[in-house]
C-alpha cells in the first residue's frame, strides 16, 4: 500500500528537492530553441541554393553551391541529432523530478533510479553540446577568408588618393585630408 502523506513539510520539501533538476531542464529548453533556429537557418539557405540551382547557372558556381548543401544536409543531421539528445535529455530530468517527488511525497523508494536519470540527462546533454560544437564548427569552414583579404584590399586601393605628380596642386587641407 502506498503511504499517502500529504502534510506540508513533506510537500515543501519534495518541491525544494525538485527544483534543482528543473533549472536543468530550463537549460535543455532553451538550447532546444537554439538548434532549432540554426536548423531553421540551414534549411532555409538549402532551399535557396536549391532553388537557385534550378536555373541555369556558371559551373563554378553550382560546384560551390553543390558542395555548400553536402555541408548543409551534414549540418542539418548533426542538428537534428543533437535536438534528438537534448529531447532525450529534458525525458531523463524529467523523470528525475518525478521520481524525486514522489519518492519524497509517497514514500516510493526510487532515489538510484532518480540518480541514474539525472546522470543519463548529463551524458546525453553533454552529447548535445558536443554536436553542437562540431555544428558550429562545420558553419564557419566553407567561410572564403581570402575573399575578404581580396575586397579589404580592393577598397583600400580605392580609396588610397592619386599621387600628386610635379606642377600638381597639393591637396588642399580640410575634406579627404587626413591630419
Not at 21 to 41: C, D, N, S
Not at 63 to 82: D, I, W, Y
Not at 99 to 116: D, K, Q, T
Request: charged share 15%; with cysteine; proline share 5%.
Amino acid at each position: 500500500m502506498i503511504n499517502w502523506s500529504l502534510d506540508a513539510d513533506t510537500v515543501t520539501h519534495s518541491i525544494q528537492l525538485a527544483l534543482a533538476p528543473v533549472f536543468f531542464l530550463t537549460a535543455v529548453a532553451g538550447m532546444i530553441g537554439a538548434v532549432a533556429g540554426r536548423l531553421a537557418r540551414i534549411i532555409d539557405r538549402a532551399r535557396k541554393l536549391e532553388e537557385l540551382l534550378r536555373t541555369p547557372q556558371e559551373e563554378e558556381f553550382i560546384a560551390r553551391s553543390l558542395t555548400e548543401l553536402h555541408f548543409l544536409r551534414k549540418r542539418g543531421r548533426l542538428a537534428n541529432v543533437c535536438i534528438g539528445l537534448l529531447t532525450v535529455c529534458g525525458f531523463c530530468i524529467g523523470l528525475t523530478i518525478a521520481l524525486l517527488f514522489l519518492g519524497e511525497a509517497y514514500g516510493i523508494n526510487g532515489h538510484g533510479y532518480a540518480v541514474l536519470g539525472f546522470l543519463f540527462g548529463v551524458l546525453m546533454f553533454l552529447s548535445a553540446l558536443a554536436c553542437f560544437l562540431w555544428e558550429t564548427i562545420m558553419a564557419t569552414s566553407l567561410l572564403d577568408f581570402h575573399t575578404l583579404t581580396r575586397v579589404r584590399a580592393a577598397v583600400r586601393t580605392i580609396q588610397r588618393p592619386e599621387p600628386a605628380g610635379p606642377g600638381a596642386p597639393a591637396p588642399s587641407p580640410g575634406r579627404g585630408s587626413e591630419p
